[in-house]
């Protein structure tokens, strides 16, 4: 083949082939994904971030920090539990049917057991098994329900309870997803630390929250200011290293606010069709982006009475 | 046909002396970009270690300063030394003059005003957050009609050959010349222009990522190899149908990858990048093969500096396999579990783009400057250095984050290791790398010292001549030159 328009050809097709795999093919399975209702309800799932929070990914983009932190919780498989959630009435059957399935437990233990309900009789199980389980304790009278489990080292982690989907991502742009893990996961990070205080913090000083954290501070983030009449209340509580001198306040600029209520609406855990799990009945476990983002403005202006971090996660 | 089949031909030098000012161009500024980027790669590379390190101003932060040196070194050196490369191939190939070199040197002053719009875009926050596509959109018309206006010259270089049997290069380097604008234009227009909605963006992302940084440098970059081995190690190249075959492989299977098999994406699409990735495995050792039977027995020719071309690569064509393999081992699901989201991907990508591409394009650059410009390099020992710093560097910057990437994975695997214990495990191997970083800045200013020590030697003295035939006789024409 010694023509360069048959070359050129060739070069065409070979490229126009792997376009249409990886660009028209996805683009039409998955370019055109709308919200739908969360499974087991009729709460509609994604929801678009409010605007500080849309703001603030421009911050997240510019600055890089998807460079460093993914937003891709990833599953290994599904597993069932059994779980028990009523003893009903017949408490001797129930006793008889739990001590059957968990052969371990003496009787006094078993009562014990069955006093703080909702819990997993039998947990990792096959669909069948869990079945069966369950059909065990429902004889008995007591309601238990097969529970379905996304199991993966990043959910044991506790960087999320289902891995992420397509359909977390359809109002981003750009999507964040990111290629490497210098830093913790994201996809997931109001559900582990919903404190505003704290991500400011954090941005300013990374160290100061997180011990030997390999963090760059982002103090471009902040503007150092004389106070005027009073103090901001947004002003900065820090240790006397950090404090700025007497006279001088630090408060977040506006890039900063908008960045944290961007952080505090990375949520995706809501139950879905193409990644069902089984979330506790009662108030709803799941808080959608809005509700988050909308906690996060207000809560942004309040950190000056941010004192120490309350519910700092163990892995942040 | 064979480049050492025939002697030289009568029409080298014309040539030669045609390509002369778009390979200065591109190749010099090619060097300078490199440097730039090594020094944005030196100072990320600080980071890891100590976060404080210049952390005070917007422009250096680590989310600014890596799009910056990564796209310095793709678009400011791959792109531009793969075009100066493939220019000259093409010419010297089809044993013919470059046709309008004019436009190869007015695309190369577009190319690299697009390039530094689109840093200096990235370091003042525009980068437009897919890997691989970071200069602003801004960027772009410059960056298309610079890459138009070589690639055209090219095209009409490769029409007018005087040869019609093609060699082997000619196809490698004539399909990567329309490789780029395609993968380009769908790029830009799909993520910036007209942004699709959702992970349908990082699929596109991915798509162009593995098309540029995998199938265009390796489509440029073994032209070179094929080209470069059979003239340096004075033998024909041997097995041409399996480089032929490899050339088919890495068109039809190359471009099927890239996508992790983490994506939230539709399950069949990892899979199908899996099985195309894993079937570039013949590509791999049909390259590797063809290019041992050639230059792996044979003595290079004597002579300390004619050496040195061979040696880079050499350089070049090992570590072309051993990051093909790094490839495909990254994508197979069982592995991919450990290695994903950890630092083997960029070890993996720096060992392709460092180790294979620019040790590649180094050893063109040290064979081809000297025919182009009839004159030697200035410094040899720099130019000695230069390699040893260079592969020194790569390998020490690639060997350890690939062992970081691998510690990391198996360590996340288990939730019991706190997420911090993890990142401390892999300190002492991102100190090593960088180490390698240093090296290899080190030996990029080595490289442009002495291209520009090149230039300088063939200019001065023209420039000397010209002041003094202006100044003494000002009835000679100013443009006769010696």
Sequence with gaps: ?316 | MNPTASSEPAAASAIDVSCRRPLLVLLLSAAAWLVIASAFALICSIKFHSPDFLAGAAWLTYGRAHPAASSAFLYGFCLQSGLGVSLWLLARLGRTRLAHHWLATAGAVFWNLGVTVGVFGVLAGDRTGFEALELPGYATPMLFIGYALTGICGALTFHQRQQQPLYVSQWFVFAALFWFPWIYSTAQLLLVTFPVRGVMQSAIAWWYANNLRVVWLWLAGLGAVFYLVPKLARRELQNRNLALSAFWLILLFGSWGGIPNSAPLPAWMPALSTVGTVLTTVALLAVSLSVWKTAGRGAGPPGALENLPLRFVRFGALAFLVAGFMRVLGSIPPVSNVTDLTWFGPATDQLNTYGFFAMVSFGAAYWILPRVMGLDFPWARLARAHFWLASLGVVLLAAPLAIAGVLEGLKLRNPDNAFMDVVKATLPCLRLSTMGDLLMALGHAAFLANLAGLAARFYLPRAASLFSSLTLDLHKPAGAKP
Aim: aromatic letters at 6%; a positive charge; charged letters at 15%.
């Design chain 1, 1 to 316: 083949m010694n023509y360069g328009p048959l070359l050129f050809l060739a070069a065409f097709f070979a490229l126009a082939g792997s376009w249409f795999g990886f660009v028209l093919t996805p683009q039409a399975q998955v370019g055109r994904l709308q919200t739908t209702n969360m499974l087991g309800g009729a709460t509609l799932y994604p929801q678009a971030r409010p605007g500080l929070a849309r703001q603030g990914l421009e911050v997240y983009r510019a600055n890089g920090c998807a460079d460093c932190h993914s937003q891709q919780v990833r599953q290994s498989g599904t597993v069932c539990n059994a779980v028990l959630s009523e003893t009903g009435t017949n408490l001797p059957a129930v006793l008889a049917a739990l001590l059957k399935l968990k052969p371990a437990l003496s009787e006094p233990d078993a009562r014990q057991w069955l006093s703080t309900l909702p819990r997993p009789v039998l947990e990792g199980l096959k669909p069948a098994e869990a079945d069966a389980a369950v059909k065990v304790l429902n004889g008995a009278g007591a309601k238990a329900a097969v529970w379905i489990v996304p199991v993966g080292p990043d959910l044991a982690r506790g960087w999320g309870k289902r891995r992420n989907v397509a359909r977390d991502f359809i109002f981003d742009y750009p999507v964040a997803l990111g290629s490497q893990r210098i830093g913790p996961d994201l996809a997931n990070l109001s559900a582990r630390q919903p404190d505003a205080g704290w991500h400011l913090r954090h941005l300013y000083a990374p160290r100061l929250e997180v011990k030997d954290s390999a963090m760059p501070p982002y103090r471009f983030l902040f503007e150092r200011r004389k106070v005027e009449r009073s103090p901001s209340p947004d002003a900065m509580v820090l240790p006397p290293g950090l404090a700025p001198p007497p006279g001088h306040e630090i408060v977040p600029k506006p890039e900063a606010l908008a960045l944290v209520a961007y952080l505090l609406s990375l949520r995706a855990e809501a139950p879905l069709f193409e990644a069902p799990l089984s979330v506790a009945p009662g108030p709803p476990a799941v808080a959608p982006g809005p509700t988050a983002g909308a906690t996060a403005g207000a809560a942004a202006g309040t950190t000056s009475t941010n004192t120490a971090p309350t519910n700092a996660p163990a892995t942040p």
